[in-house]
């Protein structure tokens, strides 16, 4: 190639440098001798990849890549730029390009040679003094050729200015100017001057200088210097030209002459007038463009704005600015493209967008310049030897050449670690609120707030709180990796905080405090056990914050936080009170939820000691009333006092309801109540509380009609359903004003059966009928009519749980119609028929205990004898759990029914013993041998020990229940009576 090139091209023989480019990138492919003129090898013109550009042409980079995009579309270029030689000095040259192809490869012809100089001094005079300029005019050196022009010794020229040298004061200031416009423009310029010689001998003697200033650039393009060269001319002065003699007066060619020598003097003058104004326009111009150059360099050194500037297309050279360098931790000079490559790449910085590392194609840079659009504002993560610690809003714009192409590209990154930083709290707060909210379980929120903390906020979080001895403890914690925790755990169950410990003054003052753990290490103060020191090991913490949460103005937890990667500044304790006030919230909540629930806890548990503890003197009133009409009788009293009699009665069993309806009021809002469900006729059961209720209707004057279709057959809880329609008809005689009252059953489509009770009385405005079925509501006053105002409540519970629906229909005045809609099967969550929805003992899912439970609370009067007899009735499945029980079987053992149901003969917890003394094993308890043997046990006498210590003597019977064909029972029922009061009088 290079013989071609010789052949075809200029000879090098007049001193030209020759090469050849590929088109693309730039790269020399071939160079002739003369390149050695410059000062470098051919070896480094061919070896590096920028060595045009970014060496020899640097001074003109911009320029020479101009001429070269134009060049490779195809024109010949011939242009004056500066190119920069292997001893720093800059040059002018004549460059020409000229485009070539060959195949398919496209590549660039260019010659550059340095032109002649103006005026007379010839190539190969070597000047005579040789001098370099600081930006001061200082002299930095010069050679001994200024010892024949001035008389001076070289050693009083070094560091002092002509002026100091007392030159003369017309040729300083000439010097002045011209050193300042190089300068200034920063290209070379020549001039011409005249020195006096060292002995004055008048204007003949002066001598005429010629000098070529050449500015000197930099590592980064800024004149460092300027070189002076200076060639004597002749000794004669160029205005000795213009004195000799003029031509002879009258001679019409020496007048054409003069008058032309003075329209040339004219010429010049004037023209010379125009140089120096357009001198002057340019020296203002170039320092008008260097006084804004230096402002825009000012201004993007103070700009909190990262810039990024690519000079070619393929940005694998980015220049920056002083606020990117220090957000990229590297030197202003370091080339920070990520297209570079390999061996110039910047290690350790990548940028990510929504997670992912952008590939070097994707930046915004290289996108606008490839393309050469606008590229808007797109969000990154900047990561910077492995920490991801700031968010960028990166914009791009291309770079255009004259044919408006790409020749590069300019990227700005504006630090929005603060606005992303704001929008993550917000929705970080947003979320935990929702997130805490979810549960108000004390627990399970303590375990959510430390959750929520890790990883976002730091990678260890533990709550602590304050024990009833005045110390903080371990509430909850966690940590971003799981096999961590078990062993903090640990440490922070023997945690003990000094009375000089950081956690005091946080929860003294309620200000959050960061703790840097490296510097200070306050927060692992007091704690010697070596356990403790092994996790801060492992922990490698570099900052804890303590975040105190507070309740009614007072500290009740402190979470602490800590972080092996960040430092926790006065923006995260900031952010750390917001969050704690959320936490505070929720961890009120959950006390006070927990707080309720106890409350309601205690409630229950009141009203069912208070209903057990009511039921036991009503049984013993209800005995002793039964008793009274007896020998009421039996005296032939019984018309005088059966009136009495027959209210006492009557009150009592009202007084039982009212205790059974606040039994059920405790199981419905525990969830302890059972259906338990069996196949049965509705007219059935209407017509057995319309007979049952009749004598109570009699009383309010009220006729009961009965409009009833047969079958309706379900399989419902009979006892419980008796209750739904005891409620509505004793309501509808309450409020009936001795009107008919009309009872209606049917079938309803989707395998459904309807009952509705309708009554003339006095009605319920609308208002009231959406709160009568609330828990003690009442449409009218208490002191009208009695009651809890808890029948409706307990009849809408029962319908729910039958997964009916009852409603009511009224006008005031024109009396009130309920109807109660139920399926004909009821049916659990899992979709089987219910047997009993909230087991409350074992064995219950069993028929069995279905139908023992159906026996014992049938319908209200079997309920009321039972609950009458002054002798315990226990009744157990088949398995020997204890299914029910009645009043005095509670009283006589000392136990509540709760306390029963679930208990076998067996369990440990029963003491029993013979009439001698010795232990009475569960085994052999009548209803244990009833159950193993199918036959009853009669009068066993047993000794048993009730909760409070007392002991007592039961004589004890047990009766077997059998199925037709079935040999063993299922159940048994066991009566026993207290006679410790006998055996203490034998």
């Known amino acids: 190639m290079l013989t071609r090139y010789a052949r075809q091209g200029p ?16 790269r020399c492919l071939s160079v002739n001798e003369q390149a050695r003129n410059l000062g470098f090898p051919r070896e480094q013109w061919l070896g590096e990849e920028r060595f045009l550009s970014g060496t020899v042409f640097a001074p003109d980079r911009e320029l020479f890549l101009s001429a070269c995009r134009a060049a490779a579309r195809g024109a010949r270029i011939q242009e004056r730029c500066r190119a920069r030689s292997a001893d720093g000095r800059t040059r002018w040259m004549a460059l020409t390009l000229e485009p070539e192809c060959l195949g398919r490869t496209r590549f660039l012809r260019g010659r550059m040679v340095e032109p002649p100089p103006e005026g007379s001094v010839t190539r190969g005079v070597p000047p005579l003094i040789v001098a370099h300029f600081d930006r001061e005019l200082r002299h930095l050196d010069v050679n001994r050729g200024v010892e024949e022009v001035t008389g001076l010794p070289v050693a009083s020229f070094i560091g002092r200015t002509n002026e100091e040298l007392r030159m003369p004061p017309r040729l300083v200031r000439h010097w002045h100017e011209e050193l300042h416009r190089v300068f200034r423009r920063e290209e070379g310029r020549w001039f011409e001057f005249e020195f006096p010689p060292r002995e004055e001998s008048g204007p003949q003697g002066r001598t005429l200088f010629r000098a070529h200033l050449e500015p000197v650039f930099d590592s980064r393009g800024q004149v460092l210097s300027v070189r002076c060269e200076t060639y004597r001319l002749r000794s004669a002065c160029r ?34 007038q125009r140089l120096q104004q357009a001198e002057r326009r340019a020296d203002a111009l170039s320092l008008e463009s260097r006084r804004q150059k230096g402002e825009l360099q000012t201004l993007l050194e103070l700009l909190p704005v990262g810039i990024g500037i690519a000079r070619e297309p393929l940005c694998q050279h980015v220049q920056q600015n002083a606020w990117f360098a220090r957000l990229l931790e590297v030197p202003l000079e370091t080339n920070v493209s990520l297209s570079a490559p390999e061996h110039e790449r910047i290690q350790g910085v990548r940028l990510l967008h929504e997670g992912r590392e ?58 929005i670690t603060s606005r992303t930083r704001a929008m993550e709290a917000q929705r970080f707060l947003a979320d935990s609120s929702a997130a805490l909210a979810s549960s108000l379980e004390p627990e399970q929120t303590f375990q959510i707030l430390v959750r929520l903390c890790v990883p976002g906020l730091a990678s260890m979080a533990v709550l602590l709180g304050s024990q009833e ?35 005091h003054d946080v929860m003294r003052t309620g200000l959050p405090r ?85 409350a309601v806890a205690v409630r229950d548990e009141f009203l069912g000691i208070a209903g057990h503890e009511l039921r036991t003197p009503l049984t013993a009133l209800k005995l002793g009333l039964q008793n009274l009409s007896r020998q009421a009788e039996a005296l032939g009293q019984r018309e005088r006092l059966e009136k009495w009699l027959t209210n006492c009665q009557r009150q009592g069993e009202r007084l039982g309801r009212l205790v059974n309806d606040l039994l059920d009021v405790g199981r419905l809002t525990s969830g302890r109540l059972a259906l338990v469900c069996q196949e049965m006729e509705l007219p059935a059961l209407v017509e057995e509380v319309v007979g049952r209720m009749r004598p109570e209707l009699e009383r309010a004057g009220c006729r009961v009609s009965l409009a009833l279709e047969s079958p309706l057959t379900g399989s419902w809880d009979r006892s419980r359903l008796d209750q739904v329609l005891t409620n509505l008809l004793s309501n509808a005689a309450k409020y009936g004003k001795g009107r008919p009252i009309e009872i209606r059953a049917s079938a309803l489509p989707e395998d459904r059966v309807c009952v509705s009770v309708r009554d003339e009385g006095i009605g319920i405005t609308p208002e009231d009928q959406a709160r009568i079925f609330g828990r003690f509501e009442r449409a009218v006053s208490e002191r009208h009519y009695g009651g809890l105002g808890l029948g409706l409540w307990i009849s809408q519970q029962l319908v729910v749980r039958f997964g009916g629906h009852i409603g009511v229909k009224s006008e005031p005045g024109k009396g009130a119609t309920f109807t109660v809609e139920l399926p004909r099967r009821v049916e659990t969550e899992e979709g089987v028929e219910c047997r009993s929805q909230t087991p409350s003992w074992p064995g219950q899912q069993k028929a069995a205990a279905a139908e023992a439970l159906a026996l014992m609370e049938g319908d209200s009067l079997c309920r009321t004898i039972l609950a009458a007899l002054w002798e315990g009735i226990v009744v157990q499945d088949s398995e020997g759990n204890i299914i029910t029980a009645n009043a005095s079987a509670e009283h006589i053992l000392g136990l509540s029914l709760d306390q029963l149901t679930g208990r076998t003969s067996m369990d440990p917890r029963w003491r029993a013993i013979r009439e001698d003394g010795s232990d009475f094993p569960g ?20 000794g048993i020990y009730r909760p409070d210590g007392s002991r007592a003597w039961l004589l004890v019977n047990a009766q077997p229940l059998l199925r037709d064909g079935e040999p063993a029972p299922y159940m048994v029922v066991a009566s026993f009576f207290d006679m410790t009061g006998q055996r203490k009088q034998a």
């Open 514 to 598: 960061s703790i840097p753990a490296t510097e200070e290490p306050g927060f692992w103060e007091g704690n010697e056990d070596p356990e403790w020191w092994h996790v801060r090991q492992r922990l490698a913490l570099r900052s804890v914050m303590l975040v105190p949460i507070s309740s009614h103005q007072r500290v009740t937890n402190v979470l602490v936080l800590g972080s092996p990667e960040r430092v926790y500044t006065q923006d995260d304790c900031t952010f750390a009170r917001e969050f704690a006030a959320h936490a505070a919230t929720a961890l009120d909540n959950a006390r006070l939820y927990h707080e309720a629930r106890q």
């Open 469 to 503: 001895e005045g110390t903080l403890g371990l509430l909850s914690m966690a940590h971003a990796e799981p096999e961590l925790e078990p062993l903090l755990a640990r440490a922070f169950q023997h945690f003990h905080a000094s009375p000089a410990h950081p956690l």
């Open 239 to 272: 205005a000795r030209r213009f004195a000799r003699a003029s031509p002879p007066v009258g001679n019409p060619e020496a007048d054409r002459l003069r008058q032309a020598l003075h329209a040339s003097r004219a010429r010049e003058a004037e023209l010379e």
């Open 923 to 942: 085994q052999e308890h009548p209803a244990m041998v009833a159950l193993r043997t199918g036959r009853p046990v009669r009068n066993v006498t047993m």
């Open 11 to 26: 000879l090098a023989s007049d001193g030209s440098i020759q090469w050849e480019a590929d088109a693309q990138t730039l």
């Open 358 to 415: 952008l590939r070097p194609e994707e930046m915004p840079l290289q996108r606008a310049a490839a393309t050469g659009e606008k590229v808007p504002g797109m969000e990154l993560e900047l990561e910077v030897r492995g920490r991801r610690h700031t968010s960028l809003l990166a914009s791009a714009a291309p770079l255009l050449d004259e044919a408006h192409q790409p020749r590069g590209a300019i990227v700005s990154f504006l630090d």
